[in-house]
């Protein structure tokens, strides 16, 4: 058959046409062919953060349904470091064949491209967007040995004690640390901030009395506030979660307007057969509506959300004009 077409391009074609032609279709046959058996080996799902923060458990919570679809095993593969950008960067190299993933985060998607002025990979240009899978209001969770029981006394406390208050993040223009920024700033308070590498050794040292407050997923924290190890005094969103009914937002706390929250995606290498993207698309859209995954996901503080890779491109692109206008407002400065 291909030589019957190569016949009929030499004789109505020139070469070089031909050949580009067969070449063309060549390529479209194994895109096909790709999707059609894929997935045949084990995916790694890469998380850019460290064990234990909102990333990782909302990576392992999504990852053991979605193996159960795709009928190959999810490993998840975390990779910490320089805000989210070692791993980000380990699947912008990763051959674009669907079998390395990575759970984006608005830090390395959304804040990055404003802060430093060069990356080690394009957010936009590196990636094929699949889905976004959640977003999630921040909580702002001191220690009890502060001496403050709601967001009202802790603005006066920290306005009367100017650098005296610490605040940790998980990494220098974390999502946690603009947030607390833009609080010091709106507020006229002045927390110090201390960064940490991940959330995991943050809030360990939150727990330990070693830091005193802290802006972060709630993935991360609520079982400790709900266990009575730290005090949840605010969320960051403009209205409350199932999760947190009992919790009031800074909105409501007297600061109308204030939001800062968290959203995370999927994506790709960019040149990851479009096949093979609509397959994840479609398998992790069913496991978001498991009702095992629903409620995991709502116990820890998480909205689902998801629609189409094109969906996602957008938003992501409107999140990187929005989060620019912050990190100038904010004066905060990258490593």
């Not at 890469?46 to 999810?74: C, F, H, I, K």
Request: charged share 15%; net charge positive.
């Amino acid at each position: 058959m291909i030589g019957l077409y190569f016949r009929w391009c030499r004789g109505n074609l020139g070469l070089a046409q031909c050949l580009g032609l067969i070449c063309l279709a060549w390529g479209c046959f194994q895109h096909v062919a790709c999707a059609q058996i894929y997935p045949s080996k084990p995916v790694r799902f890469v998380v850019p953060y460290a064990p234990g923060g909102s990333t990782d458990t909302l990576a392992r919570a999504l990852g053991a349904n979605l193996a159960e679809r795709l009928g190959q095993q999810v490993v998840v593969d975390n990779r910490p470091g320089a805000n989210g950008d070692i791993g980000m960067t380990i699947v912008a190299k990763a051959l674009p064949d669907g079998y390395t993933v990575v759970l984006g985060y608005i830090a390395n998607i959304g804040i990055g491209p404003s802060l430093y002025e060069k990356m080690p990979y394009d957010p936009v240009k590196d990636f094929a967007p699949i889905t976004q899978v959640a977003g999630a209001s921040n909580i702002l969770v001191t220690h009890p040995s502060l001496p403050v029981k709601n967001f009202k006394e802790f603005v006066s406390y920290t306005k009367a004690n100017p650098k005296k208050v610490t605040f940790a993040s998980a990494a220098v223009a974390s999502v946690g640390h603009l947030t607390g920024e833009l609080l010091n700033d709106l507020a006229g308070i002045d927390l110090l901030h201390v960064p940490y590498k991940g959330s995991g050794q943050a809030i360990s040292d939150l727990v330990g009395g070693h830091i005193k407050v802290m802006i972060s997923g709630m993935a991360s924290t609520l079982p400790q506030v709900r266990s009575g190890k730290l005090l949840g005094l605010a969320t960051t969103g403009l209205k409350r979660t199932s999760a947190t009914l009992d919790i009031p937002t800074i909105a409501e706390s007297g600061f109308p307007g204030f939001e800062a929250t968290s959203w995370f995606g999927v994506l790709v290498p960019v040149g990851t057969p479009k096949p093979i993207i609509g397959r994840l698309n479609q398998d992790i859209h069913k496991s978001l509506q498991n009702p095992v995954v629903v409620k995991r996901l709502a116990d820890l503080g998480f909205d689902i959300v998801y629609g189409s890779p094109e969906q996602f491109s957008a938003y992501i692109q409107t999140e990187i004009k929005k989060w620019a206008k912050v990190v100038k407002a904010s004066g905060a400065k990258a490593d």
